[in-house]
């Protein structure tokens, strides 16, 4: 009887042992799995530490993205072929045709002026179409146009930005001029609209319920 109880006591000290000892080593690795997270988070904040200083301050750039809109502002037409730039006065368009209004002659179809015609539409419900025909050669050079006293600062002046948009005919060669042109007249808080051309494109400008979509600002 005596053995017997004794065999009781060693397997009730031996369980309370191995207990112990299965919590004394559950808590070393959780305090290894610690350390080891320390570590690897101290060494993570070294090295952001070390590229941030090793990397100069980037300014961060702006991008406009272009978004075409309808607007009640007055569209000025520009058309800009192998870097050349020939402005297409709507108003002076007109002014040659008020004459045909009011007298005995029929309102022409076709119309020449100084370096372009014109081809007039007209439909119903007051609306019209006008096709810029360019001579050759027509325009002038970028730093013509903008210098000085010289049509672009003419315009600008005549025109501004609340009440007007500049629109742009593109041939395929003079995308980066008109960029930069772009960037400028976006500097004097003017919008600015666009559409690319080939030789072969019609400059239309519409007006009225045939004007949707063509000529607007972005």
């Not at 980037?58 to 072929?81: M, T």
């Not at 029929?106 to 019209?128: A, C, N």
Request: hydrophobic share 35%.
């Amino acid at each position: 009887m005596r053995k017997k109880r004794a065999f009781s006591g060693d397997l009730q000290s031996y369980l309370n042992l191995d207990s112990l000892v299965d919590i004394v080593s559950n808590n070393v690795g959780i305090l290894v799995i610690l350390a080891v997270f320390m570590a690897v988070f101290s060494l993570m904040d070294k090295r952001e530490q070390v590229s941030s200083e090793e990397q100069p301050d980037k300014q961060i750039e702006k991008l406009k993205i272009p978004w075409s809109h309808a607007s009640q502002k007055n569209s000025l037409l520009v058309f800009l072929h192998d870097d050349r730039l020939l402005y297409l006065d709507r108003a002076l368009v007109y002014q040659r045709l008020k004459k045909y209004l009011s007298g005995k002659e029929p309102l022409p179809t076709e119309l020449s002026l100084d370096q372009y015609s014109i081809k007039l539409t007209v439909g119903g419900r007051h609306t019209h179409c006008i096709e810029f025909l360019p001579s050759p050669a027509a325009g002038e050079w970028w730093h013509n146009f903008s210098r000085h006293g010289g049509l672009m600062q003419t315009l600008m002046k005549k025109y501004p930005p609340e009440q007007n948009y500049f629109f742009f005919w593109v041939d395929p060669d003079s995308f980066d001029l008109f960029r930069e042109i772009r960037k400028t007249l976006w500097e004097q808080r003017f919008e600015v609209g666009w559409k690319p051309v080939r030789e072969e494109s019609a400059l239309r400008y519409c007006s009225g319920d045939a004007q949707s979509g063509r000529i607007n600002p972005q």
